[in-house]
């Protein structure tokens, strides 16, 4: 596989070739790493007596004595909460005749982290981010664009906040929402909810009306935080009309914060409700406390994409998510004090929630509200060399569109304080690890990690002590019990799977909201394996332990027999410059062959005609199989996309299978939902 991206001068095009499981990045020997999965592991070692000489032996005690390793957890991060006695023994070991303190449950399903244990997760995050840690958040919105908070004026805010909020009547498991961008006010007004016990639930304000209301009906909401108007790019985009009709739609408000956020424009009262503003709500010099809840007492509230129905309504928990997220980010990450920490996400997508938990290592977090492209494709990078950014998180559709763009990262700008560049999103492709492998600084580890919304973490990532693996996902996190199961439930190494979750993890939903039985959650997870978590994707993990997904598993392609992942064909069909974008969609059903069509979206004033689609066929019988080139090519203008980037791959296969499109997908849930329709009737047209 080839990538293509530009290198020392403008126009100086490198071609760069990966095979897949090339070793690209190797950890520093251990003797001479200051990584704190060192310290982690030896700590650990000395107390078990046991030896950890490499990282897959490390895992493996994680995963096989989870008891031992989330008690461990616990202490070594210093937790601040209350447990049960049994479990706090000047030694430090767990008491066998009592270990279910730890994990109650015998399966995926009924199991229960730490019961009986008290934690608040805005407690945790607050006391660890301390010394020189700061908040920086900038934004196109706001004037000054920068905005820096210091440990001390973070906690002054949330005591305000969560004071105004008391003053509101917020009480613990009431929930607190927010119509809020990327920005400092959404993360005080996170930790203020959670300091009290309220629920925190925010929604992007790039979501349209009906998107924002779908999610916020199911939690009735009590208070909504908001604001009236943002900048993107170079556009100012007034939302009073949308937050109006918003507030309208959702009775169970009392109150509106309202947040002045775009300079210059200044917030009109939204009618029929009470408002507040923002700078001065609550009492300035109110002290800081917090409410202590049970472990698995709920955090916030995540969404799924929602594309058929209303979305799921994800709850995740105070001690789950303090727990995964400060061993995830610590230690897979090597995160801490004097480490900068970015990610490119709005409030609606998990992984603003996954940077937020950057306080709980006290490194400094750096939140970007604006257009990741405007004015081109490098202001994400400008933003790394200014910053002096050490973990910076974009998506493999960003990576994507840097090499269609030909950006010269490596001559444009100063990223000398790069240690690791994560990406996640989507499979980042061979290309996608080329063109970084190229236009990084040398020794900058690549981070190809995957998880999702349904656990707010990446149980498929990489550490300071596993090499990165060209194409591949370098390796299962600690405490990540990620298997391939084939269809009967056996585990596999080296073949195609269903990526399984056979052990609990902390971080697991609650539960979905307005879900009383568990019945959807059973439905969404557990009614293929019994007891056991079926994630959705096809996944393949190798006797190394790194591992390659291939795909959701409901929209893969079958072809006479042979499984393909979606992901391989739109890694071929991008890798041509061309390509902007793709879909494949099998019309395939168990009593009809159908057919494969492809979708493409091309780059400006390019036509597909007949040497295109030549290419583009060759390609796919050249890098997959003759039986997977698909049928028919068809240009469009867009792919459809829900509102956090994933491609509409089951949703556009009904639809073209005949169902009605009520009931394939709800338009609110879209990111474009016009070019859903614009896909359907080209399809139709072609096809006639």
């Known amino acids: ?87 706090s023994k000047a030694n430090g070991k767990i008491d066998e005749t009592n270990s279910s303190l730890v994990i109650e449950g015998t399966d995926v399903e009924n199991s229960r982290f730490f019961p009986g244990s008290m934690i608040n997760f805005a407690e945790n995050a607050l006391d660890k981010f301390r010394g020189e840690a700061r908040v920086i958040s900038v934004s196109e919105s706001t004037q000054p664009s920068e905005r820096v908070l210091n440990p001390k004026d973070l906690r002054t805010q949330v005591a305000r906040v969560a004071d105004g909020l008391r003053s509101l009547g917020v009480e613990q498991g009431d929930r607190v929402a927010a119509y809020l961008p990327n920005s400092q006010e959404a993360l005080v007004g996170l930790l203020a909810s959670a300091s009290i016990g309220a629920i925190w639930s925010c929604c992007s304000v790039d979501f349209g009306v009906s998107a924002v209301v779908d999610r916020f009906i199911q939690i009735e909401p009590k208070v909504l935080i908001a604001i009236s108007a943002y900048q993107y790019g170079n556009k100012k985009i007034d939302r009073t009309q949308a937050l109006a009709d918003i507030v309208t739609s959702l009775p169970s408000l009392q109150a509106v914060v309202m947040v002045d956020y775009l300079a210059g424009f200044e917030s009109a009262p939204v009618d029929g409700i009470d408002n507040y503003a923002w700078d001065s709500f609550g009492n300035p010099n109110a002290p800081l406390s917090f409410t202590r809840v049970e472990f698995s007492s709920p ?73 990741p492209s405007y004015p081109d494709m490098g202001v994400l990078w400008e933003l790394a060399e200014k910053y002096g950014i050490t973990t910076f998180g974009i998506s493999a559709p960003f990576v994507s569109g840097c090499i269609k763009s030909n950006l010269a990262v490596s001559s444009k700008f100063d990223l000398s304080k790069l240690e690791a560049v994560g990406s996640t999103g989507a499979p980042l492709s061979l290309d996608g690890f080329a063109w970084l492998l190229d236009q990084l600084p040398s020794g900058t580890q690549i981070v190809s990690a995957s998880g999702g919304t349904d656990v707010c973490t990446a149980f498929l990532a990489s550490s300071p002590m596993t090499p ?80 390659v997904i291939f795909g959701r598993s409901d929209s893969t392609l079958n072809r006479d027999g042979v499984r393909m992942g979606t992901s391989e064909f739109y890694r071929v069909l991008e890798a041509n410059p061309l390509v902007l974008d793709s879909l494949v969609i099998d019309t395939s059903s ?67 299978l005949g169902e009605e499109l009520s009931k394939v997908a709800s338009m609110g849930s879209l990111a474009n939902p016009d070019s859903l329709m614009e896909v359907y009737e080209a399809a139709k047209s072609a096809k006639s």
């Not at 996902?473 to 084939?486: E, N, V």
């Not at 009593?591 to 492809?598: F, I, N």
């Not at 003759?626 to 829900?642: A, G, M, S, W, Y």
Request: glycine fraction near 10%; charge should be negative.
């Open 299 to 371: 955090l916030w509230i995540l969404y799924s994409s929602g594309t058929t129905g209303l979305p799921k309504a994800i709850v995740h928990s105070h001690g789950g998510i303090t727990l995964e997220l400060i061993k995830n980010l610590a230690v897979q990450h090597d995160l801490g004090p004097q480490k900068r920490f970015f990610w490119y996400a709005t409030t609606g997508w998990m992984m603003w929630n996954y940077l937020v938990g950057g306080l709980l290592v006290s490194c400094d977090i750096v939140l970007f509200d604006g257009n």
């Open 590 to 656: 168990l009593d009809s062959p159908g057919e494969l069509v492809g979708f493409v979206v091309l780059v400006e004033s390019k036509v597909l005609d007949d040497e295109l689609v030549g290419e583009l066929k060759a390609a796919i019988r050249r890098e997959l199989s003759p039986r997977h080139v698909p049928n028919r090519f068809i240009q469009v203008k867009e792919i459809p996309r829900t509102l956090n980037g994933k491609k509409l791959e089951v949703p556009i296969r009904r639809l073209l």
């Open 1 to 87: 596989m080839s990538a293509f991206g530009t290198s020392g001068d403008e126009g100086s095009v490198v071609r760069l070739t990966l095979k897949e499981g090339e070793i690209i990045w190797e950890p520093i020997d251990r003797s001479e790493s200051e990584a704190e999965i060192y310290r982690f592991s030896d700590q650990l070692a000395i107390e078990k007596g046991l030896v950890f000489p490499d990282y897959d032996s490390l895992w493996r005690f994680s995963v096989e004595r989870r008891e031992e390793f989330w008690d461990f957890v616990w202490r070594y991060f210093e937790i601040v909460g209350d447990r049960p006695a049994s479990l």
């Open 468 to 547: 990165t693996y060209a194409g591949k996902l370098s390796a299962r996190t600690l405490g990540s019990d990620i298997r391939a199961y084939s269809s009967d439930g056996v585990p596999l190494i080296g073949e195609v799977g269903e990526l399984v979750l056979a052990g609990p993890l902390p971080s697991m939903p609650k539960m979905f909201w307005a879900d009383p039985t568990g019945s959807k959650l059973h439905a969404a997870y557990f009614d293929t394996y019994p007891g056991v978590w079926r994630h959705g994707d096809w996944i393949r993990i190798d006797q190394d332990g790194s591992s």
